[in-house]
């Protein structure tokens, strides 16, 4: 059997797939080696393994991860192979598709319901996913402003988010829970070959454009993207 496709453990009451989006090279800042293994803050594991670690802490649910691998593939396993619940996917083309093909790959391994897609360049506390409880599919926004200008944006009505757009000041954190209706659209939008050179944000507008509902959730916790080696140090002053 593949190792990149190995068995998990039988996921409880409550189940969750975490979805982390790791093939790319990360090109603009890749003098300093590939950055989802760069030390946390604190604990100094890496990146990639620290989000697997909170995010399987998610309050109410028994959680099984999934990391889309490429880019530098074979030492992100050897990181993480210690780790449970955790199963890897291979994004072989990743040098010509966008993050969308590697979430089609990984939700063709996800078979619960909800599903939570996060990129692998953020940094966010333990206490991110603390008391997220409710029923609905959710985008998670940055009230921190600590994603940049040219980042994708979110604009929202009462709370629903409407449109996500690169100009709009509000941003998108890269997290977004899908479950039910949305999920199936998310699964629908990624099969469609003229998507998959897109981010995720941008097929997230295409979501809503074909009837999507996510909630929009305003984060407490800061969440810092990692675009440089000067936004990776600011983080480490602060995040716990």
Same mark, same amino acid.
């Given at each position: 059997?593949?190792?990149?496709?190995?068995?998990? /453990?039988?996921?409880?009451?409550?189940?969750?797939?975490?979805?982390?989006?790791?093939?790319?090279?990360?090109?603009?800042?890749?003098?300093?080696?590939?950055?989802?293994?760069?030390?946390?803050?604190?604990?100094?594991?890496?990146?990639?393994?620290?989000?697997?670690?909170?995010?399987?802490?998610?309050?109410?649910?028994?959680?099984?991860?999934? +990391?889309?691998?490429?880019?530098?593939?074979? *030492?992100?396993?050897?990181?993480?192979?210690?780790? %449970? @619940?955790?199963?890897?996917?291979? @994004?072989?083309?990743?040098?010509?598709?966008?993050?969308?093909?590697?979430?089609?790959?990984?939700?063709?391994?996800? *078979?619960?319901?909800?599903?939570? +897609?996060?990129?692998?360049?953020?940094?966010?506390?333990?206490?991110?996913?603390?008391?997220?409880?409710?029923? *609905?599919?959710?985008?998670?926004?940055?009230?921190?402003? $600590?994603?940049?200008?040219?980042?994708?944006?979110?604009?929202?009505?009462?709370?629903?988010?409407?449109?996500?757009?690169?100009?709009?000041?509000?941003?998108?954190?890269?997290?977004?829970?899908?479950?039910? *209706?949305?999920?199936?659209?998310?699964?629908?939008?990624?099969?469609?070959?003229?998507?998959?050179?897109? %981010?995720?944000?941008? $097929?997230?507008?295409?979501?809503?454009?074909?009837?999507?509902?996510?909630?929009?959730?305003?984060? /407490?916790?800061?969440?810092?993207?990692?675009?440089?080696?000067?936004?990776?140090?600011?983080?480490? /002053?602060?995040?716990?």
């Amino acid at each position: 059997m593949n190792r990149f496709t190995r068995p998990i /453990k039988p996921i409880a009451k409550n189940p969750l797939t975490v979805i982390i989006l790791a093939a790319g090279d990360g090109r603009r800042i890749n003098t300093y080696g590939p950055r989802q293994l760069w030390p946390y803050p604190h604990t100094k594991v890496p990146i990639i393994e620290q989000q697997i670690v909170i995010s399987q802490e998610f309050t109410n649910y028994s959680v099984e991860t999934i +990391v889309v691998v490429g880019y530098s593939k074979e *030492k992100i396993y050897e990181k993480l192979t210690h780790l %449970n @619940n955790v199963r890897f996917v291979e @994004n072989n083309n990743w040098e010509n598709t966008g993050p969308v093909e590697s979430l089609r790959l990984g939700l063709l391994a996800a *078979k619960n319901n909800p599903v939570l +897609v996060m990129y692998n360049d953020i940094i966010f506390s333990k206490s991110l996913f603390n008391d997220v409880h409710d029923d *609905k599919s959710t985008v998670f926004v940055d009230q921190h402003n $600590l994603f940049g200008a040219e980042e994708i944006g979110v604009k929202s009505q009462n709370g629903r988010v409407v449109s996500l757009r690169y100009d709009w000041p509000t941003k998108w954190t890269g997290i977004t829970l899908c479950r039910d *209706k949305e999920l199936s659209l998310l699964r629908k939008h990624c099969n469609e070959l003229t998507n998959r050179r897109k %981010n995720v944000g941008e $097929l997230l507008n295409d979501l809503i454009d074909d009837g999507a509902n996510f909630t929009e959730r305003v984060t /407490k916790d800061k969440i810092y993207e990692i675009d440089s080696y000067k936004e990776y140090t600011n983080a480490m /002053k602060v995040i716990i």
